[in-house]
């Protein structure tokens, strides 16, 4: 007999599927089963270990951050009031921890960004050699002081549209803002980290290699 599930490829759920699913698991670990909580650190773990490392490249760092914000989530589940993705509602947690962490050691909430091609409209690099290598290290290197430079509203921002990229909407979700003020905070973003950029590093200006 042939199911009927098997046009869907690889028989995944789908978004809506996910979000009842988790929507369930919130409600039995609020009705004391913290086994279902388990489930939903199984599911989101990697996302929040991903998030982590766009901050710090601390292994230690890292684990207790992703740690923390599941800590947060598991005390404040009864706030979850399903307006949201619990995905949506844990990110904001798991961002807001990150930022808290780096700001109580005084560190810019940006030393670890590794594409910054995405950023910096530079030449082509052709090639996987030495050189190659070289030259995508000395622009990750620009990029991350350009980035430290700029306020963190602005670095957030970046990081989730540019590295993760986000729709306007997932960020204005998950950082609790409007699409309008998303738009005005990526517009400011990009613009300052251009104007940096170009002034202490002109050799990034069309033509300014020649």
Do not use: C
Not at 45 to 56: G, P
């Amino acid at each position: 007999m042939t199911s009927h599930f098997s046009d869907r490829k690889d028989d995944q759920p789908s978004q809506g599927d996910r979000a009842r699913e988790d929507a369930r698991l919130v409600e039995e670990v609020l009705a004391g089963n913290q086994l279902s909580f388990q489930l939903l650190v199984e599911r989101y773990s990697d996302r929040l270990f991903s998030l982590a490392r766009h901050y710090t490249r601390n292994p230690v760092e890292i684990e207790d951050l992703v740690q923390e914000s599941f800590l947060k989530a598991f005390r404040r589940l009864d706030s979850f009031h399903h307006q949201s993705s619990f995905y949506t509602w844990i990110y904001r947690i798991a961002t807001n921890t990150i930022l808290d962490f780096l700001k109580r050691r005084g560190r810019s909430p940006i030393q670890a960004v590794e594409d910054p091609e995405i950023l910096v409209q530079s030449e082509p690099i052709d090639g996987f050699g030495p050189e190659a290598d070289m030259e995508r290290e000395e622009i990750a290197e620009v990029t991350r002081k350009v980035l430290a430079e700029l306020p963190d509203i602005f670095r957030t921002v970046l990081v989730m549209r540019e590295f993760e990229e986000r729709s306007y909407q997932e960020i204005a979700d998950m950082l609790g803002i409007s699409i309008g003020t998303v738009e005005s905070r990526l517009f400011r973003a990009r613009a300052r980290f251009r104007e940096r950029l170009l002034k202490d590093h002109p050799e990034f200006s069309p033509g300014g290699g020649e």
